[in-house]
Nanobody, 112 residues
């Protein structure tokens, strides 16, 4: 069974940092790109970042460029989203995704 387990959310002050983890199981992790998405209260789901299957390609949504870093650890079957210089606008439920499967969300709350 394909599973994606997101974790690492929490409450942080503006300017702080969090690292989200997305641990995969039930498939060959190396063969798939992984994406991070978020949904803020009352807003549509948006793509935040993604990383290719071999890690050579990354994408960042404009509002997080220079603040967020996506990476992956093949030995741990885990993708990460390092989030620095967090802003209240980053408050959202964050989800990780393989192209056809979604993990459950983890809530990030940034206080001003």
């Amino acid at each position: 069974e394909v599973q994606l387990q997101a974790s690492g959310g929490g409450l942080v002050q503006s300017g702080g940092s969090l690292r989200l983890s997305c641990t995969a199981s039930g498939f060959t992790f190396d063969d798939y790109g992984i994406g991070w998405f978020r949904q803020a209260p009352g807003k549509e789901l948006e793509g935040v970042s993604c990383i290719s299957s071999r890690g050579g390609g990354t994408y960042y949504e404009d509002s997080v460029k220079g603040r967020f870093t996506i990476s992956r650890d093949y030995a741990r079957n885990t993708a990460y989203l390092q989030m620095d210089s967090l802003k209240p606008d980053d408050t959202a439920v964050y989800y990780c995704r393989r192209y056809d499967y979604w993990g459950q969300g983890t809530l990030v709350t940034v206080s001003s």
